[in-house]
C-alpha cells in the first residue's frame, strides 16, 4: 500500500469537511450513524482501541489500525491525532480501499 497516497486522501477528506476527530467525538458519530470509516493510530493506547473498536463493532462501522498519531494529524494539517472518523461515505469507501491492500480485507 502506498502510504502516501493513503494521507493525501485523508487530508482531501479533511478539506472537503467529512473529517472529525477525536475519541469522543467519533464515538457520538458512530453512535448516531454519521461515521463510515473509523481510524485508529496503531500508537494508540489498548483503552482507547478497545473503547473505539466495541463500538464500532455494534454498530457495524469498519474500524481501522492504521499510521501514526503524528502521521494522521500532520495529513489532516492538525496536532497529533489518535483516533479519526469519515463522515462521507465515498470518501470512506476509497479510504478503505487503500487499507484493505494493506490489511487484506475490512473488518469491525
Known amino acids: 500500500m502506498n502510504a502516501s497516497k493513503f494521507y493525501s486522501?485523508?487530508?482531501l477528506a479533511m478539506r472537503a469537511g467529512k473529517v472529525i476527530?477525536?475519541?469522543?467525538?467519533v464515538v457520538?458519530?458512530?453512535?448516531?450513524?454519521?461515521?463510515k470509516l473509523v481510524i485508529v493510530a496503531e500508537d494508540a493506547s489498548?483503552?482507547?482501541y478497545k473503547k473505539v473498536s466495541d463500538k464500532c463493532s455494534y454498530y457495524k462501522v469498519p474500524i481501522y489500525r492504521?499510521?501514526?498519531?503524528g502521521?494522521?494529524?500532520a495529513s489532516?494539517?492538525?496536532?497529533a491525532r489518535v483516533v479519526v472518523g469519515v463522515t462521507d461515505q465515498g470518501l470512506a469507501a476509497?479510504?478503505?480501499k487503500s487499507l484493505e491492500e494493506k490489511h487484506g480485507g475490512g473488518h469491525y
Not at 66 to 69: D, K, L, Q, Y
Open 94 to 96: 476509497l479510504l478503505t
Open 71 to 73: 502521521d494522521l494529524g
Open 28 to 35: 457520538e458519530a458512530v453512535r448516531k450513524g454519521e461515521a
Open 21 to 25: 476527530t477525536g475519541e469522543e467525538t
Open 46 to 48: 489498548a483503552g482507547t
Open 76 to 79: 489532516i494539517g492538525k496536532e
Open 9 to 11: 486522501n485523508l487530508g
Open 66 to 69: 492504521f499510521g501514526e498519531r
